[in-house]
């Protein structure tokens, strides 16, 4: 009987005599990357995985330029969210190839970041009074403040707190008050209080100007013409 995942491995990663320094690398890096494999096989399908994952495996190290910590991580992160299938790791490794992930210590450090993302999104629902998790449109804008923008929940929190007028508050809201300060060059929660105090500061001053121009309007004495006879050039 012959091992089918030896020979799978075999046409993958096959062993050459006479071999440049260059080649000699490359192999190294098939070795490690054939007991990945191996290892994928014998955690996740029992040692008896199908030939065809033996060439997609392989076209995602080629594709993504994972190394062998970070496959075999994509397949216990779909294994532990009940979806291995290829669709769905293809879905995953893209997704983590965007968000420039190769190594071991760029996954973690990826990881780290979702972490505070989902930690913060859970406080903005409770903030806002959600008895409910955040749907995926909302979780994108968090990541979009969080990540894109740099902003400390500090600063998100201000602009949650300018929510209170409305009644039904929604991120489309929160997301224009938050762009509007990042637009300005803010990037202190200081600077953003600041920038709201002269905003203040200036809506009195136009209100003032206004009442103060009305004021005098109708303070403005009209001159009374008692005699219109004078108008009259023709009169004698």
């Given at each position: 009987?012959?091992?089918?995942?030896?020979i799978?491995?075999?046409?993958?990663?096959?062993p050459?005599?006479?071999?440049?320094p260059e080649?000699?690398?490359?192999?190294?890096?098939?070795?490690?990357?054939?007991?990945?494999?191996?290892?994928?096989?014998?955690?996740?399908?029992?040692?008896?995985?199908?030939?065809?994952?033996y060439?997609?495996?392989?076209?995602?190290?080629?594709?993504?330029n994972?190394?062998?910590?970070?496959?075999?991580?994509?397949?216990?992160?779909?294994?532990?969210?009940?979806?291995?299938?290829?669709?769905y790791?293809?879905?995953?490794?893209?997704?983590?190839?965007?968000?420039?992930?190769?190594?071991?210590?760029?996954?973690?450090?990826?990881?780290?970041?979702?972490?505070?993302?989902?930690?913060?999104?859970?406080?903005?629902?409770?903030?806002?009074?959600?008895?409910?998790?955040?749907?995926?449109?909302?979780?994108?804008?968090?990541?979009?403040?969080?990540?894109?923008?740099?902003?400390?929940?500090?600063?998100?929190?201000?602009?949650?707190?300018?929510?209170?007028?409305?009644?039904?508050?929604?991120?489309?809201?929160?997301?224009?008050?938050?762009?509007?300060?990042?637009?300005?060059?803010?990037?202190?929660?200081?600077?953003i209080?600041?920038?709201?105090?002269?905003?203040?500061?200036?809506?009195?001053?136009?209100?003032?100007?206004?009442?103060?121009?009305?004021?005098?309007?109708?303070?403005?004495?009209?001159?009374?013409?008692?005699?219109?006879?004078?108008f009259?050039?023709?009169?004698?």
């Amino acid at each position: 009987m012959n091992n089918l995942q030896e020979i799978e491995l075999h046409k993958l990663y096959h062993p050459k005599t006479a071999l440049s320094p260059e080649q000699i690398l490359e192999n190294s890096k098939n070795k490690y990357r054939a007991n990945a494999i191996e290892t994928i096989s014998n955690t996740f399908f029992s040692g008896v995985m199908s030939s065809s994952w033996y060439s997609d495996i392989d076209l995602w190290f080629q594709k993504y330029n994972f190394d062998e910590e970070v496959m075999i991580a994509l397949f216990q992160y779909c294994f532990d969210h009940s979806a291995l299938h290829h669709n769905y790791i293809e879905t995953v490794a893209s997704a983590w190839a965007k968000n420039q992930i190769k190594t071991f210590s760029d996954l973690e450090k990826y990881y780290e970041k979702q972490e505070k993302i989902n930690t913060i999104a859970k406080t903005i629902s409770k903030k806002l009074g959600f008895s409910r998790q955040l749907s995926q449109y909302e979780q994108a804008y968090v990541e979009k403040w969080l990540v894109d923008y740099g902003y400390s929940f500090d600063i998100i929190e201000i602009a949650l707190k300018k929510t209170t007028s409305k009644a039904n508050p929604n991120f489309d809201y929160i997301d224009r008050i938050l762009s509007d300060w990042y637009d300005h060059k803010l990037k202190t929660a200081d600077e953003i209080q600041k920038y709201l105090a002269d905003m203040k500061q200036k809506s009195k001053d136009v209100a003032n100007m206004k009442k103060n121009t009305a004021t005098n309007f109708n303070n403005y004495e009209q001159r009374l013409y008692e005699n219109l006879d004078q108008f009259y050039a023709n009169k004698k």
